[in-house]
């Protein structure tokens, strides 16, 4: 009996070879906002052991905590969901990939690894080719404010826990114009628990 593959691929979706040799998920048919598209999976490594692995085997793997990592072994079609900096899928939990709007039959499956990667393991320049293309992937680009709001319930949860504590504190966007006109007048502006 073969082994189980590590990952999960929607029926309602493929992969197959981009131009270039690369592989790729795309819809089959027509994906709905929150529609289940992938399930990763393997087996739970730490950041050290997965920087002595192959570079082909790291660029699949998925960080799921500040220095753990899921490593497929029998890959699968679901490992093959690419990065763009304008995705149309994130993540719902730890190892889900959901759609994050309609996705239209033939359109390839993304997401952007800002969701769940912040150790450098799997750096490459990007070429999504998208206006907003960050042209580089990190993994510090978590930390970018823009995509906080961007992808807010996209992130792997240990991230979110991130993004909260460093988040915590500051102002949101709507709320800046308000605290510059309390500081004009000398005034603290009113916190939602009234105080």
């Known amino acids: 009996m073969n082994s189980p593959l590590s ?50 085997l790291r660029s699949l793997s998925l960080q799921v905590e500040d220095e753990l990592f899921l490593v497929p072994g029998q890959i699968g079609d679901g ?15 730890q190892i889900c990939v959901v759609a994050m709007r309609d996705i239209a039959a033939g359109e390839e499956v993304h997401f952007d690894y800002a969701m769940c990667d912040s150790l450098p393991y799997d750096v490459f320049d990007c070429e999504c080719g998208e206006p907003n293309c960050r042209g580089r992937v990190t ?20 991230l979110q826990k991130r993004i909260d504590a460093l988040n915590a504190g500051r102002p949101r966007k709507d709320q800046y114009k308000a ?12 916190t939602q628990d009234g105080g």
């Open 7 to 56: 990952s999960y691929l929607s029926p309602r979706c493929e992969s197959r070879v981009k131009p270039g040799g690369q592989r790729g998920a795309y819809a089959r048919a027509p994906l709905a906002k929150g529609e289940l598209i992938a399930i990763f999976g393997g087996a739970a490594c730490t950041y050290e052991r997965l920087m002595a692995l192959p570079e082909d």
């Open 79 to 93: 490992d093959y969901v690419n990065h763009s900096c304008n995705p149309n899928a994130g993540l719902s939990g």
């Open 139 to 158: 993994g510090s680009d978590w930390r970018i404010r823009e995509l906080h709001e961007r992808y807010a319930g996209y992130f792997s949860p240990y």
């Open 179 to 190: 605290i510059s006109k309390y500081a004009r007048l000398g005034k603290q502006p009113r």
